[in-house]
């Protein structure tokens, strides 16, 4: 069973970066295609940006385009999400999701395995 472990989070200023790491182990995720998710306090936790399982077809949210960018090393097993130009609507738990699919949708459905989450927060 992968296990995935996310790191990278913090508490930054407004108009700051943040690069989140995804790693994972208990076996390669070479194949498949991974995701962020992210949950605000009393929300829905909501597709932030997907990756296919070999750097391709990524898509993102509307809210966050432009300003995140999802990457992979499929030699080191980890999936990055680089955060830019923070906005203090951005403040959620982060989590790094992998699917049996190789390519990502936005459904949370169509992932099999999650990460504990990594908390980012952004102050005005």
């Known amino acids: 069973q992968v296990q995935l472990s996310e790191s990278g989070g913090g508490l930054v200023q407004a108009g700051d970066s943040l690069k989140l790491s995804c790693a994972a182990s208990?076996?390669?995720?070479?194949?498949?295609?991974m995701a962020w998710f992210r949950q605000a306090p009393g929300k829905e936790r909501e597709f932030v940006a997907g990756?296919?399982?070999?750097?391709?077809?990524?898509i993102n949210a509307a809210s966050v385009e432009g300003r995140f960018i999802i990457t992979r090393d499929n030699a080191k097993n980890t999936v990055y999400f680089q955060l830019n130009s923070l906005k203090p609507e951005d403040t959620a738990t982060y989590f790094c999701a992998g699917s049996r699919f190789k390519h990502p949708g936005d459904n949370r459905a169509r992932y099999d395995w999650w990460g504990q989450g990594t908390q980012v927060t952004v102050s005005s």
């Open positions: 208990g076996g390669t995720i070479s194949d498949n295609a």
């Open positions: 990756i296919g399982w070999n750097g391709g077809r990524a």
